[in-house]
């Protein structure tokens, strides 16, 4: 195994794990709210009367972060190696899962462990156990 050093970012990957962790616990802290997107989303989606400000406060902060980094001259070009109908299946079934796993990784795997519930430990490795499977078959047996 080689790692690609051009594109290894150990203090960054740090230090964004370690914003995500903060703005997680200060949510729950100072609001009672757990950080998981898809419930933030869904509960939008389903206009819980006096719940809606957060709510899209949160959204807003997560669409206007790539935004800043991008104007302040930070972001990567992303390079996506799929087209558009793959992008829309692909988020379409991270979508069903979400549903599935009654959360998404960052609900499960940032606030549901560091909370300890079982269901988000059992989720989480799910999750990863899938996502490891997933690069065995697809890199390793049909050499993609």
Same mark, same amino acid.
């Given at each position: 195994?080689?790692?690609? =050093?051009?594109? =290894?970012?150990?203090?960054?990957? *740090?230090?964004? %794990?370690?914003?995500?962790?903060? +703005? ?5 802290? =100072?609001? $009672?709210?757990?950080? $998981?997107?898809?419930?933030?989303? /869904? $509960? *939008? ?6 719940? @809606? &400000? ?5 959204? +807003? %902060? ?7 980094? @991008? ?16 992008? *829309?299946v692909a988020g379409l079934l991270v979508g069903v899962g979400t &549903?599935?796993?009654? %959360? ?7 606030? /549901?462990?560091? &909370? ?8 989480? #490795?799910?999750?990863? #156990?899938?996502? =490891? ?5 697809? &890199? ?5």
């Amino acid at each position: 195994m080689q790692i690609d =050093f051009t594109h =290894f970012t150990p203090w960054l990957s *740090l230090a964004g %794990g370690l914003v995500i962790g903060v +703005a997680a616990a200060v949510l729950v802290l =100072f609001n $009672g709210r757990i950080a $998981g997107i898809s419930g933030i989303l /869904g $509960g *939008l989606l389903t206009r819980p009367h006096g719940d @809606t &400000r957060w709510r899209v406060a949160f959204l +807003a %902060g997560l669409l206007a972060a790539p935004v800043l980094a @991008t104007a302040l001259g930070v972001m990567p070009a992303p390079q996506i190696d799929a087209s558009w109908a793959e992008v *829309l299946v692909a988020g379409l079934l991270v979508g069903v899962g979400t &549903r599935y796993a009654s %959360g998404c990784t960052s609900g499960h795997g940032v606030c /549901g462990i560091s &909370r300890g519930s079982v269901r988000s430990l059992v989720a989480t #490795a799910t999750f990863m #156990a899938t996502g =490891f499977l997933t690069v065995l078959v697809q &890199r390793h047996l049909l050499g993609g």
